[in-house]
């Protein structure tokens, strides 16, 4: 399975951090079909050929894609549509 992972540093509080996981985690439900829930301070999300987490660190968040076959195909796009947003949302 191809793997994506991007890390975005920030300077936000915690909860201003979750609010802005919380943006991208809507997006990517919105686009992809995800279904996401929290786990402490990492957020999972999962549909069929796509699963992964966004974890919340005090400096940075870590976000690990793993797609399926299937969606391998759209590996780039989606790395970089989610780059994009997680910029923005933890830029702020």
């Not at 005090?58 to 759209?74: D, N, V, W, Y």
């Amino acid at each position: 399975m191809p793997d994506i992972s991007i890390t975005q540093p920030h300077s936000l509080s915690q909860t201003d951090a979750r609010a802005a996981a919380q943006k991208v985690a809507d997006k990517l439900a919105r686009e992809y079909g995800l279904t996401c829930n929290w786990d402490g301070d990492v957020l999972r999300f999962a549909r069929s050929g796509v699963e992964g987490a966004l974890t919340l660190g005090e400096r940075q968040a870590a976000l690990r894609i793993k797609l399926g076959f299937l969606m391998s195909a759209f590996a780039a796009t989606i790395e970089q549509k989610v780059a994009e947003s997680m910029r923005k949302v933890f830029s702020n």
